[in-house]
């Protein structure tokens, strides 16, 4: 099976990233491709929260340097490990690799960006999951435990 892991460069994607190794049989697995979707004319550039690099370079570099993170959480678990920067809309471009690759399962993460949970599920991880050609893991946040006090 073929697995389409979505990046935004947040924690959150990488936090997707492990939950799919934390359940998943590598050997049931035959590739992994990370992908990470730059939208061509955004006024908001790629987050790289997850390579540790304090990236200030360009969209495409940010987007490899998240890319090569996410793909370091598969070093030496079993299956091929593609690394694929695509440009468009999130939402289509993750549902196009799935397709294109013939994926079994796309993994992603809802709330990445650090806007509200229902704003993300609302539009990347929701589009994916209702239009994917396959099943779609949607990693959410761990729920933040409440301050007593």
């Known amino acids: 099976m073929h697995v389409v892991v979505a990046t935004d460069g947040s924690r959150q994607s990488l936090a997707a990233a492990k939950q799919l190794k934390a359940f998943a049989d590598p050997a049931k697995i035959t590739e992994i491709s990370v992908v990470a979707v730059i939208r ?10 997850v390579s540790g690099s304090g990236f200030d370079g360009s969209f495409r570099d940010a987007a490899q340097s998240a890319v090569d993170a996410i793909a370091a959480v598969y070093d030496g678990w079993g299956p091929k490990v593609n690394k694929r920067i695509r440009s468009g809309s999130a939402a289509n471009e993750i549902i196009k690799a799935a397709r294109q690759y013939d994926a079994g399962l796309v993994v992603v993460a809802a709330g990445g960006r650090g806007l509200s949970d229902s704003v993300l599920v609302g539009s990347t991880a929701q589009r994916v999951q209702h239009y994917a050609p396959c099943p779609v893991l949607v990693v959410r946040p761990a729920p933040k435990k409440a301050r007593k006090g």
């Open 40 to 49: 061509p004319l955004a006024s908001v550039a790629f987050a790289d929260d």
